[in-house]
């Protein structure tokens, strides 16, 4: 993953490529669930200028009974900030100095209160949904 090339998390563009990710469903068209508490992203940092800031595409999985989901993120294990989501939307952040200059980068998720469409009588789905990713973006 090189600063200033979005990596996509839909099926198509092969995120796999790029990245390792525990704690998601399967990848799908659009991109991928996190499934449970807690979701990592792992992936090399690509030669070139080091990063300066990080930007996730998300969007929450909501229902009638909930509105909003609230997540904590994580950088190489630092704790980074924590944001409610109430529709779609960017988080983006700037990078602390030891999580740039670093070559190998993990991204934690920590979701609040994740949701299984089958407990809420939506469908058979059992996995534990939070937040849907579709996007990652290191900013030079």
Excluded at 3 to 28: C, M
Excluded at 73 to 85: D, T, Y
């Amino acid at each position: 993953v090189r600063a200033g090339e979005p990596v996509s998390l839909a099926l198509a563009d092969e995120p796999e490529r790029f990245v390792r990710l525990t704690g998601f469903g399967a990848i799908e068209t659009w991109g991928v669930w996190t499934d449970g508490e807690l979701a990592m992203v792992e992936f090399k940092i690509g030669w070139g200028p080091a990063p300066t800031s990080l930007r996730l595409v998300l969007e929450p999985f909501l229902h009638e009974h909930r509105s909003e989901v609230a997540a904590e993120l994580f950088i190489n294990g630092m704790r980074i900030e924590r944001r409610v989501f109430g529709g779609r939307q960017d988080w983006e952040v700037a990078l602390p100095s030891e999580a740039a200059l670093a070559r190998n980068f993990t991204i934690g998720l920590r979701i609040e209160n994740p949701a299984s469409p089958l407990q809420l009588g939506l469908s058979s789905d059992e996995r534990r949904l939070g937040l849907a990713l579709r996007l990652i973006e290191l900013g030079e």
